[in-house]
């Protein structure tokens, strides 16, 4: 059964950073980090691609995804967090047309 494992969700004050991490069960290619708001729909943060990464025109230039293979983990990093990126934030796997999702972490960004 393969799972994803969000951490390193909280409270932060606005300007400040934080870093998710997510454990997978085994490994995958294609990954990527959504996020929802009370209110509103799930969002592609950011994600791995074929050819890189895509980011969301509202995170770029302050959010970093990263991976280690060998861990089996993928990583945000998000810098001079803003308000309005309060969300629970979800890491996504995909392969063979299944899609999985993690448990999702709450980040709160307090102005």
């Known amino acids: 059964q393969v799972q994803l494992v969000e951490s390193g969700g909280g409270l932060v004050e606005a300007g400040g950073s934080l870093r998710l991490s997510c454990v997978a069960s085994?490994?995958?290619?294609?990954m990527g980090w959504y996020r929802q708001a009370p209110g509103k729909q799930r969002e592609l943060v950011a994600r791995f691609t074929l050819v890189g990464t895509d980011y969301a025109d509202s995170v770029k230039g302050r959010f970093t995804i990263s991976r280690d293979n060998a861990k089996n983990t993928m990583y945000l990093q998000m810098n001079s967090l803003k308000s309005e990126d309060t969300a629970v934030y979800y890491c996504?796997?995909?392969?063979?047309?299944?899609?999985?999702w993690g448990q999702g972490t709450q980040v709160t960004v307090s102005s």
């Open positions: 996504a796997a995909s392969d063979f047309g299944n899609n999985y």
């Open positions: 085994r490994s995958f290619f294609s």
